[in-house]
């Protein structure tokens, strides 16, 4: 039964031409590794691999399929998915991660951290306790377990914002939070609204400046 399955997988994979990539941990989903970027003879690519962390229900699995899988599925999801991507002419052996935000595996996101590249740090613009745990939780985290590792804050759900309502977080909250926490940039974006092919070209551009971004130190509130 088991060598059936994986004889299946195997040949679907070989059939829409793309490589089978299964990742180390059993808990991860299989997944596969594109073939639509051209790779040269001798290239090698260069790995990027960005953690996303925030509150659940934010967007971060929206992103995930929007981007790196160019998919509408809007529903959560949690592991690593993998492609190759050619941003200019340097071409990247990218990745998105999302981990669980469930209790019994803090401890496993949280010395997650140090494997990653980038840290992104995601919360809704029309959901303001999802802005406030950025300060209260996860930025707190992502400084302890990786200070060397560069972060940027996302804000999602652009399209929801009303600027008549209170409660959604103003983009000048987005960028003091970001400053406040050494991000190397501050975006906002709208997973659903925005063109699919737009969107990965910015958010992965913004993801691989972290690269050349030694992160900025923690800047705590003046009393």
Same mark, same amino acid.
Request: glycine fraction near 4%; proline fraction near 9%.
């Given at each position: ?19 089978? !990539? ?8 299989? $997944? !596969?590794?594109?073939? %639509? ?6 290239? *090698? ?9 925030? =509150? ?47 209790? %019994?595996?803090? *401890?496993?996101?949280?010395?997650? !951290?140090?494997?990653?590249? *980038?840290?992104?740090? $995601? ?11 950025? =300060? ?29 309502? @209170? ?7 987005? @960028? ?16 659903? =609204?925005?063109?699919?092919? %737009? ?9 691989? %400046? ?14």
């Amino acid at each position: 039964m088991g060598k059936n399955a994986s004889k299946s997988q195997e040949e679907a994979a070989m059939a829409n031409e793309v490589t089978p !990539y299964i990742p180390n941990k059993p808990q991860m989903p299989y $997944c !596969y590794l594109t073939k %639509e970027a051209v790779v040269e003879d001798g290239e *090698v690519p260069v790995p990027l691999i960005a953690y996303l962390i925030g =509150d659940s229900g934010v967007g971060k699995s929206t992103l995930i399929c929007q981007t790196l899988l160019q998919s509408p599925q809007t529903d959560a999801i949690c592991g690593y998915y993998p492609a190759l991507r050619r941003l200019d002419t340097v071409l990247y052996s990218m990745a998105l991660s999302e981990p669980s935000n469930l209790p %019994e595996y803090t *401890v496993l996101r949280q010395v997650g !951290y140090p494997t990653h590249h *980038v840290v992104v740090l $995601c919360f809704s613009l029309v959901h303001r306790p999802s802005w406030e745990n950025i =300060d209260k939780v996860w930025a707190p985290e992502a400084l302890q377990y990786a200070p060397d590792i560069p972060r940027m804050v996302v804000g999602t759900h652009l399209t929801l914002r009303k600027p008549s309502d @209170k409660s959604h977080v103003t983009i000048q909250e987005g @960028k003091q939070l970001a400053d406040k926490w050494g991000a190397y940039t501050y975006v906002e974006v709208d997973s659903l =609204d925005m063109n699919i092919n %737009e969107l990965e070209s910015f958010f992965l551009q913004k993801v691989v %400046e972290g690269l050349t971004t030694p992160p900025s130190p923690f800047k705590p509130a003046k009393k």
